[in-house]
């Protein structure tokens, strides 16, 4: 039996069921294979007394400590955090909730879900321990914590001490290794998505029932500076007839409204708020194109299930949108300037792929396959056979 301890900073509680959604499915899809125990660790980040006594950390407090959660055994142990000034030592503080745990488990192999601070806590963890650890590096980690002075020689220690490690994509492999990472321990790892429930179904239908005529455009991601939605919406002013929806919810909402109406456009911006995640395939069933500008991506599971769903991309040249983008019915590559993604909107729309075309980029991205890789992945780290 191969005992793993999974690491996960995301992953999603009872407050936030979609929050690190994709690593919940990663884990459900590994405990799935025969001869695999799985074990998560979902740490809990709360400031010292009394500011822990916060509003914003009311749902935080409430979590029980120990659950059943989708299936799967979660401890949500509580590390101590001091937002912005602390942030060096969070990896320190986490590991230390982290070890009586791993020690009463007794797993044979730790899992860390993130690179910072998960990635360098299982470190400090497994050296205690002597057992044997990956990372998976997602996107965010690398591109924003690599940045950081005080946390980038953590990272690179993490690395050089990890007995192998993931990244969702070549892309970000090729990043990691810039960063100084050992790139010879690096496999690309891609993620998996639900491709029973991703599928195309009747786009006339489906935009009937959003009240959509003409084009439809959706933009799947938090309403943050990033994901770079104020593009689109610019773009949308050279796009007469198409409509936009933003499926996400985040602190830029006002200013993206402002910039509709600057632009024109508010009568053709739909603002969807928070969509659940079992919610998504409607709304993507109805769209005639992704448009996502993010700065950065690791690989965005919006992207494939987009695709699943037989709906072409638009995106930048970031992270793996290449590998993604692998054949011109999967969409185009766009600069991050609203010309650029109009002039690629139209190209899509003028080409009208086949959505079962389309759908082929994403057949390589199932949970089982996903599963499968990983759990050969930390057998071979635990020295042991599949």
């Known amino acids: 039996m191969l005992r793993v301890l999974t690491l ?15 690593v919940l499915r990663q884990t459900q899809a590994l405990a799935a294979r025969d001869g695999v125990e799985v074990i998560v660790a979902a740490p809990v980040g709360l400031p010292p007394w009394p500011l822990s006594l916060h509003p914003h950390y009311a749902s935080r407090r409430r979590l029980a400590e120990r659950e059943t959660f989708e299936g799967l055994e979660v401890h949500r142990p509580r590390f101590r955090v001091l937002p912005r000034v602390g ?24 899992d860390a879900e993130f690179f910072w601070p998960d990635g360098v806590a299982a470190m400090h963890v497994a050296r205690a321990l ?5 990372i998976k590096a997602r996107g965010s980690d690398i591109a924003y914590w690599g940045t950081r002075s005080g946390i980038l020689p953590q990272m690179l220690a993490a690395a050089e001490a990890a007995d192998e490690l993931l990244a969702v994509s070549a892309a970000l492999k090729t990043d990691m290794a ?9 496999a690309v790892h891609h993620t998996g998505i639900d491709l029973d429930r991703f599928r195309p179904a009747d786009k006339a239908a489906a935009k009937m029932r959003l009240g959509i005529e003409g084009p439809l455009l959706v933009s799947v991601g938090a309403l943050v500076p990033v994901k770079g939605q104020a593009l689109a919406i ?3 002013a050279a796009l007469p007839g198409a409509t936009l929806i933003l499926a996400g919810e985040g602190p830029e909402r006002a200013r993206l409204e402002h910039e509709a109406r600057r632009q024109g456009v508010a009568e053709r911006v739909r603002f969807a708020g ?3 995640h079992g919610a998504l395939p409607p709304l993507l069933q109805a769209a005639d ?3 996502l500008p993010s700065e950065r991506e690791g690989l965005a599971n919006a992207w494939v299930e987009a695709l699943a769903c037989g709906v072409p991309l638009v995106v930048p040249d970031v992270g793996g949108a290449r590998e993604v983008l692998d054949r011109p019915e999967a969409g185009r590559i766009a600069a991050r300037d609203p010309r650029a993604i109009a002039a690629a909107v139209d190209a ?3 080409a009208a792929p086949d959505a079962e075309r389309v759908r082929a980029a994403a057949a390589r991205f199932s949970w089982e396959a996903n599963g499968a890789a990983m759990h050969a992945h930390l057998a071979r780290i635990a020295g042991r056979a599949d």
């Open 8 to 22: 996960a900073t995301l992953f999603p509680d009872a407050g936030r069921p979609d929050f690190g959604r994709f």
């Open 87 to 110: 942030e060096a030592g969070a990896a320190r503080a986490l590991a230390r909730a982290m070890l009586p745990l791993a020690e009463a488990l007794k797993p044979n192999v730790l």
């Open 130 to 134: 002597g057992i044997p650890f990956s």
């Open 178 to 186: 810039a960063l100084g990472m050992p790139g010879e321990k690096i």
């Open 234 to 236: 610019a773009a949308l």
């Open 274 to 276: 928070a969509v659940p």
């Open 289 to 291: 194109a992704m448009v």
């Open 348 to 350: 899509v729309l003028a």
